[in-house]
Each structure stands twice: as C-alpha cells, then as structure tokens.
C-alpha cells in the first residue's frame, strides 16, 4: 500500500517599514521560524513576493513534495497561482521566478489566510517589539 506525502504548510509574510523602506521576510514551516532581512528596500507587495521565494527555497532545502504556502497577501497568493494577472514586468519577473523555484515540488498549492492567523506575520511582529 503506497503511502500518500503529507502536506506541509509554509506560511509566508513581508514587510516594510516605512513603505516603501527596508524589507523584512518570515516563513513558518514546522513551527520554526525563518526570518530574513537586508534583503533592500521596497514596498510591501515586493516584500510578499520575496517572502514567497524564501519560502519555496526552504520547501526545496528541506526536499518537499507536497506544500501549500500561506499567506495573507490576497494579491500576492491569487498573482502566483495564476488567478490574476501580474501587470508590471517586475511582477512577472517575480512569478517567474517563484515557478522556478518550486518546479520541483510535485504538489504546491496556495491559500490565503487573515493577517491574525498567519504564523509568518505574528513572527514579523513579535520581532519588531
């Protein structure tokens, strides 16, 4: 009997401040948080992306097969999961990349979740105080 690969959930979350300014990243995966920084600065939706793309490069360091990535940013999850188009060159480039990234994985997925249940979010925020 062949055993079905288990989900892992990655939540995922950037930020800024001020925005634009220096840019922050967090990815939860497991209960243990990966936070990034001086990674330039930027507006949020930038720093959603890339906190993406840490987020794939984790499920790919740590040989996934089956993610969902969470995260609060509406524009971001639809953008990536080809819901919704990227209008800018740079979104697309930032898509782009993110398909590279997890071309790997046999089965990702997106969700999005309220900015109070994303884990990456609250360990942005307990960082900042």
């Known amino acids: ?34 936070i990034r920084d001086g ?14 793309r840490h987020a794939a490069d984790i499920a790919c360091a740590l040989g996934l097969d089956d993610v969902e990535f969470v995260g609060d940013s509406t524009v971001v999850v639809e953008q990536a999961s080809g819901r919704r188009p990227c209008r800018s060159g740079a979104l697309r480039a930032q898509r782009a990349a993110f398909a590279a990234a997890v071309a790997g994985i046999a089965r990702v997925r997106l969700r999005h979740v309220p900015r109070s249940r994303n884990l990456a979010g609250i360990a942005l925020d307990a960082r900042r105080r």
């Not at 990674?39 to 993406?52: K, P």
């Open 39 to 52: 990674l330039g600065c930027g507006d949020n939706n930038v720093a959603e992306w890339l906190a993406l």
């Open 1 to 34: 009997m062949s055993r079905r690969p288990t989900t892992t959930r990655i939540f995922f979350d950037g930020g800024c401040r001020p925005n634009p300014g220096p840019i922050e990243v967090a990815a939860v995966v497991r209960g243990v948080a990966h």
